[in-house]
């Protein structure tokens, strides 16, 4: 076996491992305890530390991958977005590890490991092949600032699992009002983004699964230079790009052929492809979302709160601030000072309003306005857990919407 199929199955177990600790913290928070109050806590402690080992045995798997890559590329595995995403996976369950091992909180564990075997999953979906670097990369500068962003950004990932979990103990699925109402669809709508991430996962493994293919050829034009292009589909075509023909279509539910076209105005060899994977991606979500509401009969949000009952919310509120607290400078070396030095060894210039660059500033005016309105203003509780789960999905957004969507200097990260 080659160093990439050694490294490649140590992923694949990691993240098995990683979907058992979340299964055992989960039993140790929510699993029956005989022998009075006491007993119960310690048994549900001991079961804590149970899933913690299990999670730090896929921790080790994650890191044998990681350096096994490295010699392998013989540069470090962060240069695309299966490698930077794995890493993102691998630096969160680091920073769950160390604030878990400040509080000691088992709870934290059942929100922080589902965050981190997601993105792992969703790194998976993207090809595994090594790539050259392209000139534009080779600089140590790179690595320094995509790893220190990275890091900065797990512990945010830290701070959007404590911060749901805070609003999913404290929320009144009881109370009638308009705010309790708005409390409990942000949840709602929170845990179904979650789900649409899922879908696209399911989706991509599921047509994948299946072999399906299809394809369309059109033209495109770059620098006054026009060429034949072909854009192959791995999900059944609800979208065909606009102004391609179909070429190849393998049929589905007894469709032969795209059901619409995209619209003329998004442009982009990818851009019809990208609207069908975001489509696919949602439906899937539905789908799955739709499931768990018919297994349980009712919200998701309703069917957490009750387990989380006897958890001292003070703790959650304080563990999402002090996720921040850690996160914010490391991003901000990473994001911001390190990336404009690499930016002007490579590009010539420290700022360019990239898409990526533009996205990145936005995380961290936003993450400076969550510790401006916590440390200056004395917002807690709820306020400063809204801001910590919107902030993630700015981080996300960032990392996948920008990666994947918006063209820019950063685009080789979606390939």
Known sequence: ????????????????????????????????????????????????RRAFAVAMIGLGLHLIFFVLRWIANRHIPVSNLFEFMTFLAMMIVVAFAIIYRIYRKPLLGAFATPVAFIILAYAMVFPWEAQPLIPSLNSYWLYIHVTTAATGEAFFAVAFAAGLMYLLRVVDYDAKGRRATLQKAGIEFTLFSVLIVVGFILAAFTFRGMGYEAAFVGQQTVEGQTTEVTVEYTMPPIYSPHGYELVAMDSFLGSERPLMTAPEWMKGVNAGRKLNTAVWSVLFGIALYAILRLAFRKPLGRVIHPRLAGIDPEDIDEITYRAVAIGFPIFTLGALIFAMIWAHIAWNRFWGWDPKEVWALVTWLFYSVYLHLRLGRGWQGNRSAWLAVIGFIVVMFTLIGVNLIIAGLHSYAGV
């Open 1 to 48: 076996m080659s160093l990439y199929d050694i490294s490649n199955t140590a992923l694949v177990i990691a993240l098995f491992t990683y979907i058992a600790s979340f299964v055992m913290f989960t039993i140790s928070i929510t699993g029956r305890s005989f022998g009075g109050a006491e007993a119960g806590a310690a048994r549900s402690a001991a079961r804590g």
